[in-house]
């Protein structure tokens, strides 16, 4: 079983960044995909971007030339750079493994971001 912790989120102005972490442990696993969703209030959870093991990247359209997904493969862990925040991505964002190469396996606890107007 894999465990994922997310930090980094908080409260930042329009037009600011934040850079959110999620460290992934208890697993050996090679992580085919590695993910970023997001939910805010009243909405259904969304895909942010993914990274794929070789490197690949894929955003949403709504964070596409604004976010940056990484990983360190050494530490298991994934980024989030979040650069000219809006208040629209407002949500609580939740980052996820695939390791089996189907549907995302394992999902962390969340970590709220809000963006003040």
């Known amino acids: 079983q894999v465990q994922l912790v997310e930090s980094g989120g908080g409260l930042v102005q329009v037009g600011g960044s934040l850079r959110l972490s999620c460290a992934a442990s208890?697993?050996?696993?090679?992580?085919?995909?590695m993910g970023w969703f997001r939910q805010a209030p009243g909405k259904q959870r969304e895909w942010v971007a993914t990274?794929?093991?070789?490197?690949?990247?894929n955003y949403a359209v709504s964070v596409k030339g604004r976010f940056t997904i990484s990983r360190d493969n050494a530490k298991n862990t994934e980024y989030l750079q979040m650069n000219s925040l809006k208040p629209e991505d407002t949500a609580v964002y939740y980052c996820?493994?695939?390791?089996?190469?189907?549907?995302?396996?394992?999902w962390g606890q969340g970590t709220q971001v809000t963006v003040s107007s």
């Open positions: 990274i794929y093991s070789s490197g690949s990247t």
């Open positions: 996820s493994v695939d390791y089996t190469g189907g549907a995302w396996d394992s």
């Open positions: 208890g697993s050996t696993f090679k992580f085919n995909r």
